[in-house]
């Protein structure tokens, strides 16, 4: 199943700003279709993942609003800046994708793709000029790989969006799995392609980064596309790198931080392995993100009955310790 942040949020459960500084500023202003005191606050956030998820999530919203009067306020609001330049052209690409819908090329109509393709061309125009005049800007950079993927422009242009991007900033967590997605075959990629450069994320990752955990989308990808049980050595690679990312001593918390916890949560419950996945629910307390769970059926319900399982088979495992001879 294609999928890109879309332009309406699955449902209030989840939040996807409540591990950002100020996040509950961020979301009443889009509530009250305020984009300039959005920007505001954006402006004040780091490191770079930070920045793209409050973009997305300011895009991505419908809010009180329609659709229609939130994307012009959000043109309204272009002051020139490459931040409002860019939330504008991430607005297109979110608008885009709704149209476009999460389905399969098969059942998406001539129409939806002539509309995904026009919206997603504006998006690039803007996105293009942002880049050319201020090329050490990342955001508009990982939404340009987005933008790669929705044209059909090739791996070959991806990649080298990809890698002006890592060039400025190697620890991009929210560039690497969007590029990952353009690799896997579902986009016309390969297993052996998205896993060596799963590979290379996690062995050039600094201390308490995020992109050991590429290892986790790539999984769930696994399964999405049929394979319905985990390998225990993949069990053990995610393992590792949680170690070695969100439980390392060196690890900044952050929006990218969420995501990753709601991941390893999902692979968890598919691995059938509830207890473990029981400290990362537990890490994301009751301000979950949607993540990968966007993948399932109904996420909400999916999650919370996930997460209540994993807390009975947490207390159960606990229980069994206590008893246990010293």
């Known amino acids: 199943m294609a999928t890109t942040p879309d332009a309406a949020p699955a449902a209030d459960f989840f939040d996807s700003w409540a591990f950002l500084p100020d996040g509950a500023r961020l979301r ?21 993942d930070d920045v793209v998820a409050a973009l997305w999530g300011i895009a991505g919203r419908s809010t009180k609003h329609d659709r229609v009067a939130f994307t012009t306020a959000i043109e309204a ?14 607005r297109y690409i979110a608008v885009a994708w709704a149209i476009r819908t999460g389905a399969r090329a098969e059942h998406v109509s001539a129409s939806q793709f002539e509309q995904f393709h026009d919206w ?10 942002v880049c050319s005049e201020h090329p050490q800007y990342v955001p508009a950079w990982e939404a340009r790989i987005t933008t790669a993927r929705g044209l059909q422009l090739g791996h070959g242009e991806a990649r080298r969006r990809y890698d002006r991007l890592a060039a400025l900033d190697p620890q991009v967590f929210a560039a690497q799995r969007v590029y990952l997605q353009q690799i896997v075959p579902k986009w016309s990629g390969s297993w052996e392609d998205a ?7 996690a062995a050039e990752a600094a201390p308490g980064t995020l992109g050991p955990l590429l290892v986790v989308d790539l999984a769930i990808e696994r399964w999405l596309d049929g394979a319905k049980t985990v390998p225990p050595a993949t069990v053990d690679a995610v393992r590792e790198a949680a170690a070695r990312s969100v439980w390392h001593p060196d690890h900044r918390g952050g ?16 691995a059938k392995l509830p207890a473990d996945a ?19 059926p109904d996420p909400e319900a999916a999650y919370r009955k996930s997460r209540d399982a994993a807390a009975k088979a947490a207390a159960k495992t606990a229980g069994s310790r206590v008893g246990a001879p010293a």
Request: proline share 3%; aromatic share 10%.
């Open 28 to 48: 009443a202003a889009c509530d009250d279709g305020d984009v300039a005191a959005a920007l505001s606050i954006v402006r004040g956030l780091t490191p770079h």
């Open 77 to 90: 609001a272009d002051d020139g800046t490459p931040l409002a330049r860019t939330l504008l052209g991430i």
């Open 120 to 129: 997603l061309r504006r998006a690039e125009r803007i996105l293009f000029d």
């Open 195 to 201: 896993s060596a450069f799963v590979e290379r994320c």
């Open 255 to 270: 929006a990218g931080t969420a995501t990753a916890h709601a991941n390893l949560a999902l692979f968890y419950t598919l």
């Open 278 to 296: 029981w400290s990362h629910f537990e890490a994301l307390g009751e301000t979950p993100v949607e993540a990968m769970w966007k993948y399932r």
